[in-house]
T-cell receptor
Framework: ETGVTQSPTHLIKTRGQQVTLRCSSQSGHNTVSWYQQALGQGPQFIFQYYREEENGRGNFPPRFSGLQFPNYSSELNVNALELDDSALYLC????????????FGSGTQLSVL | QKEVEQNSGPLSVPEGAIASLNCTYSDRVSQSFFWYRQYSGKSPELIMSIYSNGDKEDGRFTAQLNKASQYVSLLIRDSQPSDSATYLCAAARGGAQKLVFGQGTRLTINP
């Protein structure tokens, strides 16, 4: 158990719809990172939030957006869903130290039909 | 060239043997490296981290880092069927939160 919880576990949406995924960080952690893992691939960094501000973004279009709340939980929003957005979405929290290890939540499996 | 490259496998190893997993990376700025294990349908689980050149041992696992050759490896001794999984190599870029992953190597341990 990493102390990072994600909801929902599974989600089915249709193309063009919008989706919100949620992540509760481990107690005391002020940094949350989101990753997308397509089938058969390694996770890809989407973005990171530190103290409610975006702190780094990977190669993802603006329709991928996020929020971090004062309690350091986070949301990932994806607008105008495309079939290729079907993936496992992973969240990880930490205190943000440079050599700190990253522990993932159990993920949200998103299917776009 | 991908930033982190792994042989996708599958790699088959008999039970009790040593499994050797390899990874190369292209960004010399990367200083921290991680190995994750991922069972089918589950999220990645951290096995090892390594920051300095040389070997780091933890139980049956040994991580090796060679920064001059930009090469990271993971050895699993006395392989067990429960070690059958996909192993992901990752390099930290811009902090430990921003990991660049390889595509993973699928390992099968045959009883």
């Amino acid at each position: 158990e990493t102390g990072v919880t994600q909801s929902p576990t599974h989600l089915i949406k249709t193309r063009g719809q919008q989706v919100t995924l949620r992540c509760s960080s481990q107690s005391g952690h002020n940094t949350v990172s989101w990753y997308q893992q397509a089938l058969g691939q390694g996770p890809q960094f989407i973005f990171q939030y530190y103290r409610e501000e975006e702190n780094g973004r990977g190669n993802f279009p603006p329709r991928f957006s996020g929020l971090q709340f004062p309690n350091y939980s986070s949301e990932l929003n994806v607008n105008a869903l495309e079939l290729d957005d079907s993936a496992l979405y992973l969240c990880a929290s930490s205190t943000g130290g440079s050599n700190e290890k990253l522990f993932f939540g159990s993920g949200t499996q998103l299917s776009v039909l | 060239q991908k930033e982190v490259e792994q042989n996708s496998g599958p790699l088959s190893v008999p039970e009790g043997a040593i499994a050797s997993l390899n990874c190369t990376y292209s960004d010399r700025v990367s200083q921290s490296f991680f190995w994750y294990r991922q069972y089918s349908g589950k999220s990645p689980e951290l096995i090892m981290s390594i920051y300095s050149n040389g070997d780091k041992e933890d139980g049956r696992f040994t991580a090796q880092l060679n920064k001059a050759s930009q090469y990271v490896s993971l050895l699993i001794r006395d392989s067990q069927p429960s070690d059958s999984a996909t192993y992901l190599c990752a390099a930290a870029r811009g902090g430990a939160q921003k990991l660049v992953f390889g595509q993973g190597t699928r390992l099968t341990i045959n009883p």
